[in-house]
């Protein structure tokens, strides 16, 4: 069992920055990757950045140059700094860890969420 808790959320105004954290706990035996999504009201859950074990990130074209993500060690926990904010990245904000729970297995887990609102 594996849970997935993400922190950081809230609401600003264009132009502002937020951090969102990221942790995962459990049966974790290594982490392979861990991401950030986002799903906007009536639109489908995308893709926002990524980061793997070895410190490689990947980001959407839409947030490249204003979001960051990082973290403190191998594993846990990580970070998405979210700066020049825009109306359209008022979302709920997942976090995905992708982990093996042994030396073979890979699987992934999913956050609760965390709403980030920003007003115009």
């Known amino acids: 069992q594996v849970q997935v808790v993400e922190s950081g959320g809230g609401s600003v105004q264009a132009g502002g920055s937020l951090k969102l954290s990221c942790a995962a706990s459990?049966?974790?035996?290594?982490?392979?990757?861990m991401g950030w999504y986002r799903q906007a009201a009536g639109k489908q859950r995308e893709w926002v950045a990524s980061?793997?074990?070895?410190?490689?990130?990947n980001y959407a074209d839409s947030v490249k140059g204003r979001f960051t993500i990082s973290r403190d060690n191998a594993k846990n926990p990580v970070y998405l700094q979210m700066n020049s904010l825009k109306p359209e990245d008022s979302a709920v904000y997942y976090c995905?860890?992708?982990?093996?729970?042994?030396?073979?297995?890979?699987?992934?887990?999913w956050g609760q969420g965390t709403q980030v609102t920003v007003s115009s």
């Open positions: 995905n860890a992708r982990y093996y729970s042994d030396s073979y297995t890979l699987d992934d887990s």
């Open positions: 459990g049966n974790i035996f290594s982490i392979n990757a």
């Open positions: 980061i793997t074990a070895g410190g490689i990130t």
